[in-house]
């Protein structure tokens, strides 16, 4: 059963607000680390979740929706404690990639709650293929952790 076009496009606006948040966090986190190949690929993360927010604005133009949305004030505040901390402990490498973590749990909770919500399929198709991939980066944060030498971060 589909929803309702003004509860589609209210899910796609969340959806929106957290790959931005995600978008400048990944770019923040990269800004902070030592290592040129780790703040590569956090880059890397950071356009992901611009393009990704880019598709999903295409999304709600097309079924006539507005696209006026910011970040949230949820990913703003984490990201100005982030800063505070950073701030008060250093960038140390394990911190950035645990907040980073934290905040890609809590983009797969926003990104599961959409796809039970009964989305037209045109749409589902994006946000669950989007889903899958923030899984992926959740799967190579663990592993950059082993890979630097961090202690293990448990999903």
């Known amino acids: 059963m589909s929803i309702a076009k003004d509860e589609v496009i209210s899910i796609l606006h969340s959806l929106i607000e957290i790959c931005r948040d995600g978008n400048q966090g990944f770019k923040d986190a990269g800004d902070d680390v030592k290592y040129d190949k780790l703040r590569s690929q956090l880059y890397e993360y950071s356009e992901q979740r611009m393009n990704f927010s880019l598709e999903l604005k295409e999304l709600v133009e097309s079924i006539g929706g507005d696209i ?71 799967e190579n944060l663990n592993k950059l952790v082993e890979t630097y030498g961090l202690d293990p971060i448990l999903d």
Request: proline share 1%; charged share 30%; glycine share 10%.
């Open 68 to 138: 006026n949305v910011g970040g949230s004030i949820l990913g703003s505040l984490h990201r100005r404690w982030m800063d505070v901390k950073f701030g008060v402990i250093g960038s140390k490498t394990d911190s950035i990639l645990k907040e980073c973590l934290r905040g890609e749990h809590a983009a797969l909770k926003k990104y599961e709650d959409a796809l039970i919500r009964g989305l037209p399929d045109n749409v589902k198709h994006v946000v669950q293929r989007q889903y899958n991939e923030i899984k992926k980066v959740v």
